[in-house]
């Protein structure tokens, strides 16, 4: 099956592919939920590396308790997600062949190539799968009895058939002396889909108060934050969710600078209504295309958003992107930690973004590890102009410090261009004014460089409006 954003409307499937597989958790399964597992790649890419990509070339389903109801919704789910109901191969068990279960799947999916995996007991196996998949024919069958293809009937021209008579031959002496035909060797994949008990769907329907019900995908690999947390039916930072979406109103122009899968441009696409805009910025390319499938996914407001597949920073500039392998959030400019993969990315400031356009931006969200202030000495131009957006940023030093900024610096010079600045307190669920001693202290204890945590900050710009949109949920700082 084609991933999202290749080209063409199937995938080939030429000898020595790699290939990554859709698996139901039969065992530990809610409706719709689907997990992700994925074998070597023909790089060598390792097992960790491959869990999950972004790639789909083949659909396969595991039987144990599965239903009809269920195995619909999968089915259905897998083919708005994948693009089309025609995957390439579709790898099954013999546990499917139950009355009812495989009606249902080739009632919704219409795969060009079947492969059965262990047909059951006894010689006749095969044949009973050849009158339950009358759609397509028998090509292949492997010499141990366990596994056979069978091709679609429109597709048949280059392949040998094998007959009917033929679908009890090769002998089986494990069938004749009454063992079990052995399972198809899996290998770590076997494992590795044992191991994962923990496992999330890659589609989730959230719910937020101020914006109602809606679908995003999540990442199909680990992820120890953002994607888990969606994973397990939670808003993702639910306080700083609600002051957002307060923040956002019709006919507003919306930044969200480090988009990810695009959490708080799908709910900044839904607040700010047909006259408003949302451009999102997204430099890691995996979590760009995530992000488009997103957009894609809500078409009503999808007309109101613009992608950028850039990285918003203090210059101008071709840079690397110092990549996480298990916080999909935590991509960063700088290279932090040794050992990360990297991947060229391309860096623009707000000046040169916006400095001529005839609209400046009414609000900035900007999750960017350590960025955030290379961001805003990259608007500076703007910021000169008399610019002055609602700021929502994380305020991490670590990060701050390894850009080369001062933290205590850094949230100074708000205070020197009239805003007032609250820390965004998420099991409080209160806007704590931040003033210079609380500041300080936190800066020398709680989010110390080295302490590797962070605040996330509200910046109103003296006289806004917006203030009354939040005034219930200011607080003195809580010490």
């Known amino acids: 099956m084609p991933g999202p954003g290749r080209a063409g409307p199937h995938a080939s499937l030429a000898a020595g592919d790699g290939f990554e597989l859709v698996g139901i958790r039969a065992d530990r399964l809610r409706a719709g939920d689907l997990v992700c597992w ?10 960790s590396e491959a869990l999950g990509g972004e790639r789909f070339q083949t659909f396969w389903l595991l039987a144990r308790g599965l239903d009809a109801p269920v195995l619909s919704r999968a089915v259905e789910d897998s083919t708005r997600f994948l693009g089309t109901a025609e995957p390439d191969l579709l790898v099954l068990s013999g546990a499917l062949a139950r009355p009812g279960l495989l009606e249902t799947l080739l009632a919704r999916a219409k795969p060009r190539s079947v492969l059965v995996a262990d047909p059951g007991q006894g010689g006749d196996g095969w044949a009973s799968w050849a009158d339950a998949l009358p759609g397509h024919r028998l090509v292949a069958c492997g010499l141990g009895g366990a596994t056979a293809c069978f091709v679609r009937n429109d597709l048949l021209g280059p392949f040998t058939l094998l007959s009917r008579s033929r679908l009890r031959q090769p002998p ?47 990442h199909r690999r680990p992820d120890r934050f953002i994607s888990n947390r969606l994973g397990n039916g939670q808003i993702w930072e639910p306080f700083e969710t609600e002051v957002f979406t307060r923040m956002c109103g019709p006919g507003d122009f919306v930044l969200d600078l480090g988009a990810n899968l695009g959490w708080y441009m799908l709910l900044a696409s839904s607040r700010v209504g047909a006259s408003g805009s949302v451009d999102a910025y997204e430099p890691e390319a995996a979590n760009f295309e995530l992000l488009s499938r997103n957009v894609a996914r809500r078409a009503a407001t999808a007309t109101r958003v613009r992608l950028h597949h850039l990285a918003v920073g203090p210059r101008d500039a071709e840079a690397l992107l110092h990549l996480s392998s298990d916080n999909l959030g935590d991509h960063r400019l700088v290279a932090g930690e040794p050992g990360r993969r990297t991947q060229p990315v391309t860096v623009r400031t707000i000046d040169a973004l916006y400095g001529n356009s005839p609209r400046w931006p009414d609000l900035v969200k900007s999750d960017t590890q350590g960025s ?60 704590c004014r931040l003033e210079a001693a609380y500041v300080k202290a936190k800066l020398a204890g709680g989010i110390s460089p080295t302490s590797g945590l962070h605040i996330n900050l509200l910046a109103l710009p003296a006289g806004s409006h917006r203030r009354g949109l939040v005034a219930d949920l200011v607080a003195d700082p809580l010490w």
């Open 372 to 431: 955030e202030a290379g961001i805003f000495q990259g608007a500076k131009g703007l910021l000169a102009k008399g610019w002055r957006p609602v700021w929502l940023l994380e305020n991490w030093p670590q990060g701050l410090v390894e850009t080369g900024h001062d933290p205590l610096g850094f949230w100074r010079e708000f205070l020197a261009l009239g805003y007032e600045t609250f820390e965004i307190h998420e099991e409080a669920r209160r806007l």
């Open 172 to 218: 089986r002496p494990w069938v004749e002396r009454g063992r079990p035909c052995p399972a198809p060797d899996l290998g770590e994949l076997r494992q590795l889909a044992r191991q994962a008990e923990s496992a999330v769907p890659w589609v989730v329907t959230a719910e937020v108060p101020s914006s109602g019900r809606f679908e995003l995908e999540i």
């Open 38 to 47: 994925a074998a070597d790649g023909p790089t060598g890419e390792p097992l």
